[in-house]
């Protein structure tokens, strides 16, 4: 089964930034539009962002100028670049395909925006 690992979480204080990495195993994650996604506390895992083989991105209106999603198709990576993180971006943030069908989830990594 392909597997996802997702990193480079952490606590940051609000306005920080962070990167977020993962790294896919699928040999067909050259061709798959891959999504963002983070799932708060108490709350429904919700796509934030995506980015196409060729490296079209769309993101979620709260993200929108703050978050930046890039890919490396040679390496099977797919990044999450988040600047001026606010208290409501906390959240487990995973990666995974943006639709069906999907690869399994990983662990997902853990974003925490607080003073």
């Known amino acids: 089964q392909a597997q996802l690992v997702e990193s480079g979480g952490g606590l940051v204080q609000p306005g920080g930034s962070l990167r977020l990495s993962c790294a896919a195993s699928s040999s067909i994650f050259s061709v798959r539009t891959m999504g963002w996604y983070r799932q708060a506390p108490g709350k429904q895992r919700e796509l934030v962002g995506t980015?196409?083989?060729?490296?079209?991105?769309n993101y979620v209106d709260s993200v929108k100028g703050r978050f930046t999603i890039s890919r490396d198709n040679a390496k099977k990576t797919v990044n999450l670049q988040m600047k001026s993180l606010e208290p409501e971006d906390t959240a487990v943030y995973y990666c995974n395909a943006a639709g069906v069908p999907y690869m399994d989830w990983g662990q997902g990594t853990q974003v925490t925006v607080s003073s």
């Open positions: 980015i196409t083989p060729g490296g079209t991105t």
